[in-house]
């Protein structure tokens, strides 16, 4: 079964709490501190490979989790680093966030790697914490949560020569005579129901990926028949072999189907229009096919396009057909990118941080460095308490929530913490 998209939910691991502990030693105020740190939690890694080329194992697992980092020891010995988890997906695989839609990145070749989920950092031990003037500190810090996210993997497959026009021209039956591939062939529309690749070998060291695209029809563009599901595979393709049945017993001419065609690969993205393209006039084993082929050649010709009579039931003149497709491969130069507006991010600060007001009436606090200084710190010890409101006074908090007009006794909530306010 083909699958070529998949929602999965990936979780890095949580970063190893901190250690809070003392050694005996003589003349060091309560024997000196001597916790480890935590570890850090394993990212969560995508990276292409070889024996993948469809999304079906996600089909059966779609929540991964990497380990959480070790936590420190005392003696001042840190926790070990958790190994990142690394999830196999098959090159062309593109990475989006499900809620933002952006696009994280894009594995196209084999061992490539991304980061989709960083893990967390390790707590600092309490020995990290000693200064001047507090020698003997006995809080630690929890480890820092791993990141989470809802991802969209979207395969599109990396040929280099596609096989497009409408259904039943013989795509399948091309394909199965010029490589090892055993695509589905039956005499009704939509035979192929998912992309199916091939390797052609036209000479020694001289080969390349053709790919059987299923068929598409009028409205594709817009989702019509198997809409995205064709074009989205036929974008990464630099050759185009637009198959035309100019037998015309189905009752459609060739010509129409033609321009039928290019108008949903236009509609969809004007470059795939763009690319090179060869017409292949299929099924000259007929005699309808011979009586139609003059008049199919002299259209396409003064167009511009190359057009070879092939019989994919024959084999005659795939060879030649192959060995042009391969050409235009070798002379094709890569389209440069449309470059968008460029924007611009700016770094927030650490410390930057908002305010509002839930529907509940309660404050919330929102930043990512106060959010990670609640989820890292022991609120059952007291030093780490008095260290979290200085950090929370420091950064002005307490002055941004009296400027909203706070009152003794309201709740203010950071993440899944509530406090209550007291001035």
Do not use: C
């Not at 309560?30 to 089909?59: E, K, W, Y």
């Not at 697992?61 to 690394?86: P, T, V």
């Not at 196209?108 to 990290?128: D, F, L």
């Not at 991802?151 to 091309?174: C, H, N, Q, R």
């Amino acid at each position: 079964m083909f699958i070529d998209r998949a929602k999965i939910t990936v979780k890095a691991g949580n970063g190893g709490n901190g250690m809070s502990s003392f050694r005996r030693e003589k003349f060091v105020p309560n024997g000196g501190p001597s916790g480890g740190d935590g570890g850090r939690g394993a990212n969560v890694v995508l990276i292409g490979d070889s024996n993948l080329n469809t999304l079906l194992d996600f089909r059966y697992k779609r929540i991964f989790k990497a380990d959480n980092g070790a936590n420190g020891q005392s003696s001042n010995m840190h926790g070990r680093g958790a190994e990142d988890l690394l999830i196999k997906v098959p090159p062309g695989t593109i990475i989006k966030d499900e809620v933002t839609g952006q696009v994280l990145g894009d594995i196209t070749e084999i061992g490539q790697t991304i980061v989709v989920a960083k893990g967390g950092r390790g707590g600092r031990g309490n020995a990290r914490f000693v200064n001047s003037v507090h020698r003997a500190p006995t809080f630690a810090e929890l480890g820092e949560p791993g990141a989470e996210r809802p991802l969209m993997l979207e395969l599109k497959l990396l040929a280099d020569v596609g096989l497009v026009g409408y259904p039943s021209v013989g795509k399948s039956s091309i394909l199965a005579m010029v490589s090892a591939a055993k695509p589905d062939i039956a005499a009704y529309h939509f035979t192929t129901l998912s992309p199916v690749l091939g390797v052609v070998s036209i000479g020694e060291g001289q080969n390349f990926v053709l790919a059987d695209i299923p068929g598409l029809i009028e409205g594709a563009h817009e989702g019509v028949g198997l809409g995205h599901d064709f074009l989205r595979h036929v974008e990464r393709t630099k050759v185009l072999i637009h198959v035309l049945d100019v037998s015309g017993l189905e009752g459609r001419d060739p010509v129409d189907d033609f321009h039928k065609i290019n108008n949903e690969l236009k509609l969809y993205n004007e470059r795939l229009f763009k690319r090179p393209q060869i017409i292949a006039a299929n099924k000259m084993d007929l005699p309808e096919a011979q009586e139609n082929y003059e008049r199919v050649a002299k259209y396409m010709t003064e167009l511009g396009h190359e057009i070879y009579p092939i019989s994919a039931a024959t084999g005659d003149g795939l060879t030649a057909l192959m060995q042009r497709a391969a050409q235009l491969l070798a002379d094709y130069v890569e389209e440069p990118e449309e470059i968008e507006e460029a924007k611009i991010y700016e770094a927030k600060p650490e410390d930057a941080f908002s305010v509002r007001r839930d529907e509940d009436g309660a404050f919330v606090v929102e930043g990512a460095g106060i959010e990670k200084l609640v989820a890292m710190t022991r609120f059952g010890d007291e030093e780490g308490v008095l260290r979290f409101q200085a950090i929370w006074r420091r950064i002005g908090i307490d002055d941004e929530l009296r400027a909203r007009g706070i009152k003794e006794g309201d709740t203010v909530r950071i993440r899944d913490m509530e406090f209550e306010f007291r001035p």
